[in-house]
């Protein structure tokens, strides 16, 4: 049994280097929080500069979904995202803008949430 | 019907703020009985916006669960002066009216995680409505997201097991379609008071605070991007955006008057939005 299960984890680690959001949730709709979490627990990255996660397929993206996907992996590895090589839908120029606010948000944190309303009381 | 309380829907109700505090007043006059049928006097009523069902089956939805209430009306009169009611679905009787003008948007309820169903009916039932402005794929999809964020904020942090409701309506002579959305839940201050740990202490601060986009993309964080982009789209498009929660009535054709907002002296629970859209 232990080795079946070794086998499998080896799946999934190779498995990981082309990641497909619609593969993982099996619905075009990539909207809520649960699929949010299944993306985020599928995500077993060791380098990310050889990692690939498509958008290949999905009709519809929110916020929460990538927050509790993307942002939670950015929160984890920091400026390591940077490196994954997201592919998005040709017919979905949204999706990008997205992911990349997503992103800063989470790399910022509440410290930069700080600078900021501290700058605007100085205006 | 002898012996039922009557309450009565009286004059008009629009979708604006005077229309909103009467069916406000109209909720709390009917949660003061219990346990016996209401009759819903229609007679005294001059005009609804059919929209504004989803707020009113709301209510009736939850002083059905609450106060154990059922209604009556005189549903022939309904017929013959507020066709529109049969037309929605707000009032069903077992005989489907046609809706020759295909000017309604019809009421419906969805549980917070029916999400597929919601999905249906907004790109089905609204975005393709003859009603509509016809937009590019860009500006649909961003539509349909902001929608769903909303779905998703009901979902997470209205706190509610009760459904939420929607209904829309075509007004041809004023070109437009109005969208309502009302979720029975706890509002927008709870959720938004506690991520800013208290420093938002007022619904009206809770509007504007989800409206910026910098607060309502970030994780756990209540709004979504739903209301920043709906915003956005209204501002660009001679829209009108309201939002409804707790004590405190928000539009945004306000921002171009000398009030913020309007205050309830009645609030009724969970949130509202209205959304405006401009016929091309």
Redesign the interface.
Known sequence: MRTIFCLFEKKVYFRSMNISVYDIIQSK?A???DDGVKLFESLHIENFSNTSISFINID?????FL??SI??LA?IYGEKISSINFIYPQ????FKS?VE??IE??LMGDEY?HL?DEAKLTI | MQNLPVLSLHGDFYTDFSGIKRLFEFYHKASEYSNTTIYLDFYHLTWIDANLCALLQSMLFKLNSENNLTFSADLNYISEKFNVLFKNGFINNGNPVEDANNSAIVLKSFSSKD??AF?DYINNDLLNHKGMPSFN??TR??I??SL??L???I??HAASTYPFFVCGQYYPKQEKVVFSIVDLGVGFLPPISGKTNGEIDNCFDSIKWALI??N?????APG??GLTDLHTYCQLNKGVLQIITGDTYWSSDLEKTVFDCHKFKLPFTGSIINLHFACN
């Open positions: 709709l909207v809520n929080q519809l993206l929110s916020s929460l927050n509790e942002g939670r929160i017919d979905k120029p949204l997205k606010d997503v948000n989470a949430d900021v | 999400k597929d999905v794929g860009f999809d961003n349909l997201t769903i964020e779905f998703n904020n979902d997470i986009k910098r309502t993309t970030k994780k756990n979504g991007l």
